[in-house]
């Protein structure tokens, strides 16, 4: 099952623009994760924010989560080319094995 | 950082064969390992939940005669696909979680593999 939702599902940008990503779950979470997968390839770990946290940066990354509205969002700034690729939100469940649930995932394009 | 890897990469079988896929923590213990579905352009789907010595746990729908799935030491895990169809075709992954420290730990994901049933 699929914990949440994620929109867009696609986006097109230019280089130099910055990409906004938006993740919604439907319940409790211990934290949640972002991840970057290349087509075809395995998934990249990009940052985890807890659900105790509201804000984290990495690098060109930011990620904000709102545990009140149950969503979360990535901001990549300065995109490049490189950064073409699906980028997934999991929320890893209260209880049990820490299993991870994706959400459906944003397709991004980035143009040079 | 720790290394998790599938054999093989890719595989086609013929209808109504078994197919083993093999999931590998190369350089940390992993006392549970996860089982993903992707079928194109969409998301993951958790199959199941492996602990080492201790049977799987299926997620809601997934049939565990078809995935047969084994967990035998504290760095390998096999998915076994029974009785191959054409709709069972898709790229599957495996994580593999740190067995040892505490709090929020990553799961590390495999390079997936990708399964061709003709």
């Known amino acids: 099952s699929q914990q949440g939702e994620e929109d867009p599902q696609a986006l097109s940008i230019q280089e130099g623009e910055n990409a906004t990503m938006n993740c919604s779950y439907k319940t409790s979470i211990n934290n949640l994760q972002w991840y970057r997968q290349n087509s075809g390839r395995g998934l990249v770990h990009l940052i985890l924010?807890?659900?105790?946290?509201r804000e984290k940066h990495s690098g060109r990354l930011r990620v904000t989560l709102d545990t009140s509205k149950k969503s979360s969002s990535l901001l990549i700034t300065a995109s490049r080319a490189a950064d073409t690729a699906s980028y997934f939100c999991a929320t890893v469940l209260s209880g049990g094995y820490n299993k991870l649930i994706f959400g459906a995932g944003t397709r991004l394009a980035v143009h040079p | 950082g720790a290394v998790v890897s599938q054999h093989p990469s890719w595989v086609i079988c013929k209808s109504g064969t078994s197919v083993k896929i093999e999931c590998r923590s190369l350089?940390?213990?992993?006392?549970?390992m996860f089982w993903y579905r992707q079928f194109p352009k969409q998301s993951l789907m958790l199959m199941a939940t492996?602990?080492?010595?201790?049977?799987?746990?299926?997620e809601q729908g997934v049939e565990k005669d078809k995935f047969l799935i084994n967990h035998a030491s504290l760095t390998l895990s096999t998915l076994t696909v029974t009785s191959a169809h054409p709709e069972d075709s898709s790229f599957y992954i495996c994580?593999?979680?740190?067995?040892?420290?505490?709090?929020?730990?990553?799961?590390?994901f495999g390079p997936g593999t990708r399964l061709t049933v003709t």
């Open positions: 492996s602990n080492e010595g201790s049977k799987a746990t299926y």
């Open positions: 350089d940390f213990q992993a006392t549970t």
């Open positions: 924010i807890r659900s105790n946290e």
């Open positions: 994580s593999a979680r740190d067995g040892t420290g505490a709090g929020n730990r990553e799961q590390y």
